[in-house]
């Protein structure tokens, strides 16, 4: 298996001069192509941080982070909306934008993106049928429920093709039923595209579902990174 | 004593008043239109340059802040009379309604920036981070999320400036500036015809509200959250 994602001594420190604080301190591991790769921790360990340094939503103050074979925690501001559109992401809050339909939710990555990946408008309307809601290319995010959000914003973070999903806390906002199914929905993307995806949270129940390997991050260190039954495998045999 | 009985008004010259509403609401909608054009793009600026904004910089905010700052605290009538010499650059007059214009443009620019810089920090922060981590450039940024989703809110502005403006055409009037500003003073106050007075009051009660109604309509109509 190929690595997706390399991270070596990634460090990122807060504040300039006086006080600092140091979120996250030297990590080092990588993710390999097609896994599910969890990062769990408690709030203020530093996991949003750290998802926010993969795309460089945050930039590191030290270390690297190889992502198809290019050192991307070096370039400058004016090359990484090309990086990042190689990453599709999704958040707690679904981040839905309220003044669009569900399809050009959808349609909005391919608006916005400088990436050669950009795919045609019929693969949104693919992937809305992928998440369940093509009865609902028509409706506003407000009248969504929030499990229709998220899916709403899985279809949108696929849009460009990624190589790789970044999932913040995808389903603390969802109730129980909402976060499962939310978790077979990633668990089958994963499977049918063979992506890779990379989940943080903070909840035991979401890591031993659809993890490959967790990560343990407290107060800015990974403690241990360990495997979790391993279901390809089991499927495998 | 306020000498007024309700047939007074027939008595009006109708002609007279017409012109008078043409005036206003051609300063008015002129006057409001120019503004918008400066203001958007400046409170644009304010919200992007602000600390945790797309474009960071704190002198271009503190600059920009301060002028408007300043400028916000001249009353309308003073700056009025301030930028007569200007005002002739450009008119060539310093009286009647086109060259009120000039003032009212520039009195209401600083305060409609500072509307529009509020409706564009309505914006979740998450969407930028999420249209970012979509490879999104800073100007898409502005230009396909700031604006679209701040739309229905920057619509709403209108209503407020436009009423604003109207309040300022008023003391226009005083200054040579036409429309109901100056009928109403020329005849209400001047000459003591209190029926002149109380239809540009009527008048400028029912612009208001048609303003405020076309407004919240327009708000009802594009809102989608």
């Known amino acids: 298996m190929g690595k997706a994602l390399s991270v070596q001594n990634l460090s990122k420190e807060f504040g300039g001069g006086g006080e600092k604080f140091t979120a996250l301190d030297n990590l080092t591991f990588d993710v390999k192509c097609g896994e599910i790769f969890g990062i769990m921790g408690q709030s203020g360990a530093g996991k949003s941080t750290l998802i926010r340094c993969l795309n460089m939503l945050e930039r590191p103050t030290g270390g690297k982070i190889i992502f198809n074979d290019q050192n991307i925690a070096d370039l400058g501001e004016w090359h990484l909306p090309k990086i990042r559109a190689q990453f599709g992401m999704i958040f707690q809050n679904f981040n839905l934008l309220a003044q669009r339909n569900v399809l050009k939710n959808i349609y909005f990555p391919l608006e916005v993106a400088r990436n050669k990946n950009t795919e045609t408008k019929a693969r949104a309307r693919e992937l809305l049928e992928l998440v369940g809601l093509s009865d609902k290319c028509k409706a506003y995010p407000r009248t969504l429920s929030g499990g229709q959000k998220q899916r709403v914003a899985i279809a949108r973070a696929l849009v460009n093709n990624p190589h790789i999903l970044l999932c913040d806390e995808p389903t603390s906002a969802l109730d129980s039923s909402c976060s499962a199914d939310i978790l077979n929905l990633l668990k089958s993307i994963n499977e049918k595209f063979n992506l890779t995806i990379i989940i943080i949270t903070h909840d035991q129940y979401v890591a031993n579902e659809i993890c490959d390997r967790v990560a343990i991050i407290e107060k800015g260190k990974i403690t241990e990174i360990k495997k979790i039954k391993n279901r390809k495998e089991a499927k495998d045999v | ?225």
Do not use: H
């Open chain 2, 1 to 225: 004593m306020f000498d007024f009985t309700w047939s007074d008004l027939w008595s009006i010259d109708g002609d007279m008043i017409w012109l008078a509403i043409r005036e206003t609401l051609r300063m008015t909608l002129l006057s409001a239109l120019f503004a918008y054009l400066i203001a958007i793009p400046l409170g644009i600026l304010l919200v992007v340059t602000k600390k945790g904004g797309i474009y960071q910089n704190r002198p271009i905010n503190i600059i920009l802040s301060s002028v408007i700052n300043i400028m916000r605290s001249v009353p309308f009538i003073l700056l009025a009379i301030f930028v007569i010499p200007l005002t002739r650059q450009i008119i060539g007059t310093a009286l009647g309604s086109t060259a009120m214009i000039v003032p009212l443009t520039i009195a209401a620019t600083p305060f409609i920036a500072r509307l529009i810089e509020n409706a564009l920090l309505e914006l979740d922060k998450g969407l930028i981070e999420a249209a970012k981590s979509m490879g999104a450039s800073r100007l898409k940024i502005i230009y396909k999320l700031y604006l679209p989703e701040c739309l229905p809110s920057i619509v709403l502005t209108m209503g407020i400036s436009t009423i604003t403006i109207l309040g300022f055409t008023a003391m226009a009037g005083v200054l040579g500036g036409g429309g109901l500003g100056q009928v109403a003073f020329d005849f209400g106050y001047a000459r003591f015809e209190n029926a002149v007075l109380v239809a540009c009051i009527i008048i400028l009660v029912l612009i208001t509200q048609i303003i405020q109604g076309l407004v919240f309509i327009t708000y009802r109509l594009l809102n989608k959250k």
